[in-house]
Each structure stands twice: as C-alpha cells, then as structure tokens.
C-alpha cells in the first residue's frame, strides 16, 4: 500500500533540514510583526516590570535590609530580571492557546511544512521579545539606581542565565498553552504558579526572613539558584555551586518539557 | 494500491473515529472522483468536521482507511499535506498582519520563492475581491473577507483537493450567495472539493454528489435530486396555536400531502411534503384546513431543508449532540420566525 511511487516528489533530508530552517525563520518573523503590530504587547509586558523595580525600590525597599554594596536596589534587580523572563511567558502560551482556538495551528499542521516550526518559532521571537523586555527593564533599574558591580562579562552572563532560564519557562508556557488550548483559562490560571514560585524564592527579600518552613522550600527551588547565580554575576561572589544547581534544573525542565510541548502540538485537537 | 493519476480524488473506506465514549465516525465510506464535488450534509456533531480532519491529516483514525490524491492519511501524511488544502469553521487567520502578509506567510511556508509568493498572493487577492482591503490589518475585515481571505489562503499551494468545512456558517445571506459564486469558480478549475455543511440548499447548489451523515454514519447518498425526491418536492408548513387541534390540522392536511405529517407537538408546527404540486397544494391546503376550522399561523410553502430530509431519511429531526446552548434546528427556526412575523 504504501509503495515507493508513493513518495517520488519527497524532499530529501538536506532539503528537509533546510526547510525546517526556513520554516523557523518564517513563523519566527511573523510572530515579531505581530508583535510589532500592537505595541500594547509590548507595553503590557514590560510595564508590570517596571512597576515592580519602582516599587520594590522606593515603597517596600526601604523596609528590607540587605548587605550588599548600593544597597537593595542592587540586590533587587537580578531578582526582577528573572521575574521579568518568567513573566514574559505568559504571552507564548497565550499565543499558542490562541492559534489552537482559532484553527492558525489546524491549518499550518495541514501544510508540508517541518512540523518543528511552529513550536521553535514561537520560541525564538519570544526569546527575542523577552530579551528586549529584559534590557528595557534593566534600563529601568540603572535610571533607579541599580549599578552592576562585577564587570561586563559577568553581566552579559547574568543576562544570558535569565534568557536561558526564561525560555525554559516557555517550553512550560508553550505546554500549558497547547494542553489548555483556551486563552482566558490560560490567562486565569494556566501560569498562575510563577507567583508563588517567584516571590517565595530569594528575587525579592533574604529568605533568612523568612519563616523556618517556608526557607526549606526557598532554599531548595530553581528559582533562588537562579536568582542567587544571576546576583552573584551581577555584583560579585561565589558564583559555581549554584550556576551548576541552576543548569541541572534548567536542564530537567527542558528534557522534560519539550517533549511535552512537541507531542501536545502534534496532538492538538 | 491505486496508481497517482487514476482512480478517486478521495477514498474512505470504514473509516471510525470515537473520542472516549463518543463515537464520532462509526464506520463511513466515501469515494470522490477527481474535479468534483462531494458535499458532506450533517447537523452539528454528525462526524463532519471529524472526517474532515481525518482526511487532512490533523487526527488519527481509529479504524479503516482514507486515501487521498493516491496517499494514504496515516502512513503518507506529508505527501498527502503537499496535495489538499484545508478551509476550517473558523477563518485561520492572524488578523494583526494584513491580508496580503497573511497570504505571503502562508507561501513561504509552501516554499516558494519569494517571488513567486508575491504574486501568488495579488493574484490571489484579486481573484477573492480583497485587492482594496490587502494591506489592512485583518482585524478590521467583515465575516466575509475573513472567509474569503481564509479559503484564499488555503489555495496558496494550489492544492488538487480542497477541504472546505461548513465554509458559510455564520455568514450572512449575501456573503453567503458571494462564497458559493466563489467555490463554483474553484470547481470550474477542476479542484476536486470536499465541502461539509448543515443547509441543504448549500449542498444543492455546489455539490455533484451529496452524502448525508447521521451520528457517524452515512445515512444517504446520491444527487441533490435523489435526496429531495426522497423528501418528497416541496414542503407546506404552518403553526397551529391552539394545540388542542393539531390532530384535527393533521388530519386534514393529510388529504392533500403525498406524505406523512410531520407534528411537532412543542411549537405547534406541522410540516409535510407536497412532492411538486406547489402552489396548488398551498390552495388545497388552506381549503382543507378551513372547512376542519382550524385556526393557523404562517402557512406556507418552502424548499425542503436538511431537517426535512433527516424526517424523510430517520423519522428524527437533525440533532445537535454537541452543542446543547445552540439553536437546534438552524435556518428552519429562522424561517418559522420570519413567516411568524409577516402573518
């Protein structure tokens, strides 16, 4: 049945590989001119951000006491930063729950193109998004006060951890977003766990102020190595135990969810 | 296996589908031949859109076979993509980009150059009436050009079978007349079509053959022609408000009928088949209700409708077992309400 005269226009590997490029590119350049289409987007997220820097930096940041040099402004922004990437994740899954809905993914899954480009598409614009959010943000932080105290390569590495932590987030983002397939429930509920995962960690306020049974949790989850990683870039001290403890998570995440993104994109329903 | 370049443009054989419990597609067997027209008449959740997705490879069929273009769905799946086109129930598109830049994205993704993407796209835009409207954001588009721009777009690839599912549901009456004009140009082109629909006069016009589906299953085939023969011509139709006599209106109504009946003891209205006696049945009819001296509402005359030819073909009306909230029974309640309006 499935015979050789099957498949004679069939494109060989080079050509498959060279189209799953293409493809990528092309889902990658729509998804930023969408993006550049409503600068409501981009407002939105970076205004939560940069709410955020303001008011950590003048409202409660007086109330929390930090030892490190320029005080909590500066211990504040790495922790912003991470948020800020986490956060940036709520538009991939809202896109992709949208697209569902609306049948763009019906259509683009019935066409002969590589069926990666959909997922790695959506991840390079919105690495691309989350990378202007960042420095934007970070751009904020230096106008409050913030001053990186380390140097400009571990800097650029502090930023580059935030990204790689962020789009971890995505692949989660682009799971939720397939699996859920509905954009409000998205929206209300689908990422609603960054908060608590964000705020109980060390982003905010030294987890030493923190109650005993709730310091078991923040010492222990991904977002304190993250974050603790990204500080120590950013102003100085031991840097290894936790990058390697930030990696080891980075990496579970994504052996974990990037298969579940792909099979709930060919699965889609 | 057949040979590409001979046999149909479309196959199925046995083809089921359930999601759990439901049983979607109980067992279906098409077979379109190439440069025609299968119109796929069902009331919502008969199986339609899921025979569709099955046939364009979104969903994986439970049992049976389906054949496309020579290829089979599940095994052949890119080869079978690089020949169909698909236009679904709701109009795919990315409505912050213009409709040009829709359709430029959707050539990429086909491979095309960049130049030939180009004007695949102003072509396309002109053929479908959009040239004016090309480089405005689709958002701003009425439910017709999003239709026109989605069936433009699912024609990019100049696809040899085209998958149109329900193409006008929720349109209006003149966007409506403007898409079939549309798909009767595309057919004229020799794409073979595979379109779905709820409107029996939607599978009238369009269709050389019509296959009507009912809980999975194939119920009827055969020309528009057969089907309505089946129903019967024409149908007379009329509410009794005093539902008290409803038997007596039957009953006299009856005399003048080739068929049964039909009474729906809810809303009072009674339907029958006429076969092609018209306007002289409507006069025999009023004569008859009057000297039974039933009071009625509304009576008149009207082209049968995929309700009548479910009474004709099961003795049920079309049911909506998916979407309960809905309206139930589609254009007839429409044309029940209108004809309320002017009596």
């Not at chain 1, 870039?233 to 990037?258: D, M, R």
């Not at chain 2, 339907?271 to 009057?290: F, K, M, N, P």
Request: with cysteine.
């Amino acid at each position: 049945m499935t015979t050789v005269a099957a498949e004679p226009d069939a494109p060989g590997l080079l050509t498959q590989a060279r189209w799953a490029v293409s493809d990528t590119l092309t889902i990658t350049k729509r998804n930023l001119l969408v993006w550049m289409r409503v600068p409501a987007y981009i407002v939105f997220t970076v205004i939560q951000p940069v709410i955020f820097v303001l008011m950590f930096r003048y409202v409660f940041g007086g109330a929390i006491l930090v030892h490190v040099r320029g005080g909590y402004v500066n211990f504040l922004m790495p922790g912003i930063i991470a948020q800020t990437a986490a956060f940036a994740t709520f538009g991939t899954a809202i896109a992709l729950a949208q697209e569902l809905k609306k049948g763009v993914i019906d259509r683009l899954r019935s066409m002969p193109m590589a069926r990666s480009a959909v997922l790695t598409g959506r991840l390079v614009a919105d690495t691309g998004r989350m990378t202007v959010t960042i420095l934007i943000v970070l751009g904020v932080g230096y106008a409050v006060g913030f001053r990186f105290q380390n140097g400009v390569l571990p800097a650029i590495a502090m930023v580059l951890l935030a990204i790689l932590f962020g789009l971890s987030i995505c692949c989660i983002a682009a799971f939720t977003g397939l699996a859920i397939g509905d954009e409000e429930s998205v929206q209300a509920f689908g990422l609603i766990w960054l908060f608590p995962i964000t705020f109980l960690s060390s982003a905010f306020v030294p987890i030493a102020t923190m109650p005993g049974w709730l310091q078991a949790f923040a010492n222990n989850q991904p977002v304190t190595y993250v974050v603790d990683t990204m500080r120590a870039l950013a102003l100085g001290g031991p840097v290894e135990a936790n990058l390697w403890k930030s990696l080891v998570w980075l990496a579970g995440i994504y052996v974990v969810f990037v298969p579940l993104a792909v099979r709930a994109y060919k699965r889609a329903a | 296996m057949s040979q590409i370049g001979s046999g149909p443009a479309i196959l199925v054989e046995d083809l089921t589908k359930s999601f759990g419990e439901v049983h979607a597609l109980r067992g279906i067997d098409l077979s379109v031949p190439r440069g025609t027209v299968l119109g796929v008449l069902g009331p919502n959740g008969a199986g339609k859109t899921t025979a569709v997705r099955i046939l364009t490879t979104l969903l994986l069929p439970d049992g049976g076979r389906a054949v496309v273009e020579g290829h089979d769905v599940v095994h052949e799946a890119s080869a079978v993509r690089r020949s169909i086109g698909l236009s679904g129930q709701s109009a795919a598109i990315q409505e912050e980009l213009t409709g040009r830049e829709n359709l430029e994205i959707i050539g990429r993704l086909y491979h095309l150059s960049r130049a030939s993407t180009r004007v695949r796209a102003t072509e396309l835009l002109k053929q479908f009436d959009l040239t004016e409207a090309a480089d405005r954001p689709a958002k701003g588009f009425s439910g017709g050009m999003h239709r026109r721009l989605d069936l433009a777009a699912s024609l990019v690839g100049r696809p040899k079978v085209l998958f149109l599912d329900e193409p006008t549901t929720g349109l209006d009456p003149r966007s409506r007349l403007g898409m079939w004009d549309i798909i009767r140009s595309l057919v004229a082109g020799g794409t073979t079509l595979l379109l779905t629909t709820q409107y029996l006069d939607e599978a009238d016009e369009l269709a050389d053959e019509i296959v009507v589906i009912d809980r999975g299953l194939v119920i009827a085939a055969g020309t528009s022609a057969d089907l309505k023969s089946r129903v019967g011509g024409d149908v007379l139709e009329f509410t009794v408000p005093d539902r008290s006599r409803l038997a007596d209106a039957a009953a006299a109504i009856s005399k003048v009928a080739d068929s049964e009946p039909h009474v729906d003891e809810e809303t009072g209205v009674i339907s029958v088949g006429v076969g092609g006696s018209g306007s002289e049945a409507l006069i025999q009819a009023v004569r008859a209700l009057d000297a039974a001296g039933v009071e009625t509402r509304g009576l008149a005359l009207r082209r049968p409708s995929l309700d009548d030819v479910f009474l004709a073909l099961t003795g049920h009306a079309a049911e909506e077992e998916d979407q309960p909230g809905k309206r139930r029974r589609g254009r007839r309640r429409d044309a029940d309400t209108a004809g309320r309006a002017s009596s």
